[in-house]
């Protein structure tokens, strides 16, 4: 992502890739708004990882917001330079999502799969170059950049607590503001799964 002292300079560019209401979108509304601007200081640009890439490199964009293992692959093979990461902008979180009703009535089912998520993320750890080789093909990618993105990736696997839900009620409240929600929720209003 482009630096503050860029944005501050430029004001109007090109911003790509994120897809609205995403994590990306959500680090770019907050790394403009640290540096006092808006999203209607640049343009943004919604495109594919692939698209954005290309864009990227013949420099049709001046800053490209992506996460690994696309990050990774166009550092080794591009030599991009991280700009701004979104250490201090927002967590890495990641969710996993089931439908209230099969929750409630297989809640067996989903301490079984929380154990298991647990542990294929300690393996990950523990074998990241078994890992990456394993994962390399599925997502097109060489296994050592895998390996690189892989390490910078935790892999832990969390039951959903009070920071957590705080977190999102920030990023929904930056979102209602651009009017990308609707409406404004409330987080702490959806129904979290506890381990027994």
């Not at 482009?2 to 994590?23: I, M, N, P």
């Not at 509304?29 to 594919?48: F, H, K, V």
């Not at 979104?86 to 009703?101: C, D």
């Not at 393996?123 to 093909?137: F, G, L, S, Y």
């Amino acid at each position: 992502m482009a630096d503050s002292s860029r944005c501050s300079a430029s004001r109007s560019f090109t911003v790509t890739t994120f897809t609205k209401g995403a994590g990306a979108h959500y680090l770019v509304l907050e790394a403009l708004a640290r540096a006092g601007l808006s999203i209607r200081d640049i343009e943004p640009a919604y495109l594919s990882p692939a698209a954005a890439r290309a864009a990227f490199e013949r420099g049709s964009v001046a800053a490209w917001v992506i996460w690994d293992p696309f990050l990774a692959a166009v550092q080794r093979q591009a030599n991009a330079r991280v700009q701004r990461d979104g250490e201090g902008l927002a967590s890495h979180r990641r969710f996993y999502l089931a439908a209230t009703p099969f929750a409630r009535a297989h809640a067996e089912v989903l301490e079984v799969v929380f154990e298991a998520l647990r542990d294929a993320g300690d393996w990950v750890k523990r074998n990241p170059a078994e890992a990456a080789r394993w994962h390399a093909p599925l997502i097109g990618l060489d296994a050592a950049t895998v390996e690189a993105a892989n390490a910078r990736r935790s892999y832990a696997v969390r039951t959903v607590d009070a920071a957590a839900l705080a977190e999102q009620q920030r990023i929904a409240d930056a979102f209602t503001a651009q009017q990308i929600l609707p409406r404004k929720v409330a987080i702490s209003a959806s129904p979290v799964w506890r381990k027994a």
